[in-house]
């Protein structure tokens, strides 16, 4: 016997049913398409308008130039700011990693009373508002006579970042698997040698991003900064002081220039993350 | 001396819990106390002794009324609108990125390295006269021809949406991410469709995320005063720009503490209340 291989009929689809299967197929990617756009549209605002040959006012476009990028201190003042936005978030960043990190190792690697409370005193910062911390840090500071300025506003970030960084670093410690810690332990290592070679290093990671949280954190805050730095400018205060007649336009040097190298460094950890997992 | 292992967890936690004692619950406490101060009788702008005077809260609150019903409006207006736009996003990135995840994860963070500020007066050029949103808008006749954006309470949800949209992102990727897959083709399995799988399996696995990421939207922006000063108008102040100019600019101690306890407290009993109605304790 031989059997008639028939072709099966092409089935025609109405054109809108394919324009619609094609929309709910693509519709995530579209979205993406529209949220990326959102996104970005404020940092290529600030971008553009860094070449921007406009004098002391930026708001509006005058004309192309290289001239800010070259001379990214020209504008009075910034790069005053811009280093002591950079020498706060240093000290503070230090400071928070250091006490964040060993808050998280008591909580996330030990039972003790009183752990739930502490647990509510780490959240508890993160849940009251900026400028509820900021005032209230600034009524401190004035009941015991200290002028706003420098050193309050470290200890400023210092508070509002630790719980930041204790949140990331408790993830990491959370994420380890005993296992590893068990084994160095079998091969003798005793309890500090095995911190130090097995346990640290495995929760680096964590430490590293708590603390590009809290520099980003801290070079980026402005409502607790207003209240505790007195007449310190730092460079969000810069940006808010001249916001009012148009910011000049190394301002966006500086903020592109930011974001440039936020982004280097992000990628370069991804990429040596990707290394170390194969 | 020998330290056993006991103490060893109260060691760690000293010195970082005797800052935040220092440099956060004393200052919450002595903010309660400067709130029922009065001025002195005869003394300079600036000093204050304790009255007890409760009355400066029903001062406080009912001057201020409007600020504290717009601070809440706009907050839950912004933080619904983040949740909108970034639970798609966060959706996208988790399911349906494949090898470019990680990248995606970047790029949905990096437009927060830019300044807070910068982004903020950024969007005052976006919406201004000279940008691109209002022109377009006015020839497609959505606004009227004389309607302008900027100094409304539109450019300050907008910009308030936008300055926290990460705080929204990235607890809802981390929450969808941490979903099993195989919880996703059960549910295919079953019969259900795709619809389905999400409104049933994806969402109420996701439910963690999404408490968490409207909570670190909503309470940065319930206090917020920057959005509301670059990109509004005296009409549109917020409960920050009172606080802020009784501290600076009146010298009026009191009425700020009590509006910022206010604040605090009421912000604390909406979370409460939200995180039991959500059903998750396991935020920290």
Known sequence: ?278 | MKISKAQVPYLLLFPGFAFLFTFFVLPIINLAQTSTQTPISGGDTGQYTQTFAFSNYIHAFTDNKDQFLRSFVYATLATILALAISYPLAYAIAFKSGKFKNILLVLVVAPFFTSFLLRTVAWKQILGEEGFVVPILRSLHIIGQQTTLTSTAFAVVTGMTYNFLPFMTLPLYASLERIDPRTIEASGDLYANGLTTFRRVTLPLSVPGVVAGTLLTFIPAAGDYVNASILGSPSTKMIGNVIESRYFKIVDYPTAAALSFTLMVAILILVTLYIRKAGTEELV
């Open chain 1, 1 to 278: 016997m031989t059997r008639v291989v028939q072709d099966a009929p092409i089935p025609t689809i109405p054109f809108n049913a394919r324009i619609s299967r094609w929309f709910g197929r693509n519709v995530l990617r579209i979205y993406m398409i529209f949220g990326f756009t959102y996104l970005f549209i404020p940092v290529a605002y600030t971008f553009v308008f860094s070449f921007n040959d406009a004098g002391k006012s930026n708001l509006i476009w005058q004309s192309f130039t290289f001239r800010n990028w070259q001379n990214p201190c020209g504008a009075p003042e910034v790069c005053n700011a811009l280093g002591n936005s950079i020498k706060i978030g240093f000290l503070a960043t230090t400071i928070a990693t250091i006490l964040g990190t060993m808050i998280a190792f008591a909580i996330g690697r030990y039972q003790f009373k009183g752990r739930s409370s502490s647990n509510l005193l780490i959240f508890l910062p993160m849940a009251t508002p900026e400028i509820v911390l900021g005032a209230s840090l600034l009524s401190l500071f004035l009941l015991f006579k200290i002028n706003p300025g420098f050193w309050p506003t470290v200890i400023a970030h210092v508070m509002f970042c630790i719980s930041f960084v204790v949140v990331t670093v408790k993830a990491r410690i959370a994420s380890l698997d005993p296992k590893l810690e068990q084994a160095a332990m079998d091969l003798y290592a005793n309890e500090f040698e095995t911190f130090r070679r097995v346990t640290l290093p495995l929760v680096a990671p964590g430490i590293a991003s708590a603390a590009l949280l809290a520099f980003s954190l801290s070079f980026d805050d402005f409502i607790i900064t207003n209240f505790n730095s007195g007449t310190l400018i730092t460079f969000p205060k810069f940006v808010y002081v001249s916001a009012a007649r148009g910011i000049p336009a190394q301002a966006n040097v500086i903020g592109s220039s930011m974001f440039f190298l936020a982004l280097t460094i992000v990628v370069v950890g991804q990429l040596v993350k990707g290394r170390k997992a194969r």
